[in-house]
């Protein structure tokens, strides 16, 4: 530990070298296992820090919290007293696991207080009111213009003015470990005259990271750029589930509907904005330049790694994409922006997804879609199995992590298995 940065933090707790819940993230999350109820807990290491018992022990004594705040099976209640709040909840829990704070470590609750994170099953960590989902990776875009409509005018004219979103659906929003479906509907083949019923043969992930909002506006209210960060909670890995066959026959005129609301699923541990802020590199140079209210005085852009894995039935997974949450054209601040500039109202536990994140590379494409381009390209897995789409009995999982500095704060997993259709 001789050549460490001075403020190295260290836990009591101990934390393998590759761990994504270290010391510096402390992510947020509903848990319950066989015994206890669903409540609020941070993940450090192989441990959760149950926080209903801490400030049942009196740790949270002087902050003066409502009864019952970690005793909830959402967040909701507990983002919504604020940032300022949350802010010292999580800065206490740091301070309480730290090597020579002897507080917890030596307190008789300790062992009710740390559980064992494979023992408890991890559930939504947010109730969420509305869910709206970005396009805001200029790779993807010109990737899915280039295939869908003109090679030579990839991106439609709107797309370098206003990040482009839709409105998705918020009750098919899973967490890590339930399966999807494989889901049904209309596809059109071009060359056929008539669509046709059935399940969906081009069933796809879209690799993406969401965030969650923390503070609410009122109707007719806009947040500006600089103003934006107050509003956003954290962030989860985000899978968009997507039927493109089923999306390529329905989205004109009005966008996405039933190609991509049968399920979204998300990683069980909320990261804290305030533990990617030393992540944060600068953002992309836009041009042509942006309306005012996209302007942004400081970045917003994030170097968070990304992967996608598909893993079929019996065999290992297998890596298909690494990407990077800075490759975003848009940033959060101005996707909230854009969001709220009609005076449209958010409410805390609002989740915002970025769209597909791809890079340059044909490895870091964010989707089959991309990686198979459109099925004329066989993606093969390490197994030598091949893929296009995705295939009943597969898993697709998704990571991602921040590393800089000897510091690493990371989002776990979030993974799901294709179920054939009913
Ligand atoms: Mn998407």
Request: with cysteine.
């Amino acid at each position: 530990m001789s050549d460490s940065p001075t403020n190295t933090l260290i836990s009591w707790v101990e934390v393998s070298k590759n761990s994504d819940f270290t010391i510096y993230n402390l992510p947020f999350g509903i848990f319950q296992n066989k015994k206890l109820s669903p409540r609020i807990g941070i993940a450090i290491g192989d441990k959760i820090v149950d926080l209903s018992i801490l400030d049942q022990e009196g740790f949270f004594s002087d902050m003066f919290l409502p009864e019952g705040v970690f005793l909830k099976d959402s967040l909701n209640e507990m983002i919504a007293l604020g940032k300022v709040i949350t802010k010292k909840i999580r800065e206490r829990v740091q301070d309480l696991l730290t090597a020579d704070n002897e507080k917890l470590r030596d307190h008789s609750a300790r062992g009710k207080v740390m559980l064992h994170r494979k023992e408890a099953t991890m559930l939504m960590p947010v109730k969420i009111g509305d869910y709206t989902d970005f396009y805001s990776s200029v790779e993807h875009a010109t990737n899915v213009g280039k295939m869908f409509r003109d090679p030579e005018n990839a991106l439609l004219p709107n797309w370098k003015h206003l990040p482009v979103g839709y409105h998705g659906r918020a009750s098919s929003i899973i967490p890590s470990g339930v399966p999807i479906t494989r889901p049904k509907g209309q596809t059109k083949d071009p060359e056929s005259g008539s669509p046709v019923f059935g399940p969906s043969k081009k069933l796809d992930f879209e690799l993406e990271l969401a965030f969650i909002t923390g503070k609410s506006t009122k109707l007719g209210d806009s947040v500006s750029t600089a103003d934006a960060e107050d509003y956003i909670f954290g962030f989860v890995l985000f899978n968009d589930w997507s039927a493109r066959d089923i999306q390529a026959w329905e989205y004109v005129p009005l966008g996405p509907f039933l190609g991509k609301s049968f399920a979204s699923s998300i990683s069980p541990w909320v990261v804290t904005l305030e533990a990617l802020e030393q992540f944060k590199v600068e953002s992309q140079v836009q041009e042509p330049e942006v309306l005012d209210y996209l302007k942004c005085d400081k970045s917003h852009s994030f170097d968070i790694q990304l992967e996608a894995y598909i893993q079929p039935d019996g065999e290992k997974g297998s890596k298909v994409s690494t990407t990077n949450f800075k490759n975003m054209y848009w940033n959060v601040a101005q996707q909230l922006a854009h969001h709220t500039v009609n005076g449209c109202n958010i409410n805390v536990g609002d989740m915002m997804a970025s769209g597909t994140i791809s890079g340059q590379e044909p490895d870091s494409y964010g989707s089959m879609l991309e990686l198979s381009w459109n099925g004329k390209e066989v993606v093969k897995l390490e197994s030598g199995t091949e893929r296009t789409f995705i295939e009943d009995g597969d898993t697709v999982i998704m990571k991602g992590f921040a590393e800089k500095d000897g510091v690493r704060v990371g989002f776990g997993e979030v993974k799901a298995k294709v179920l054939p259709a009913k």
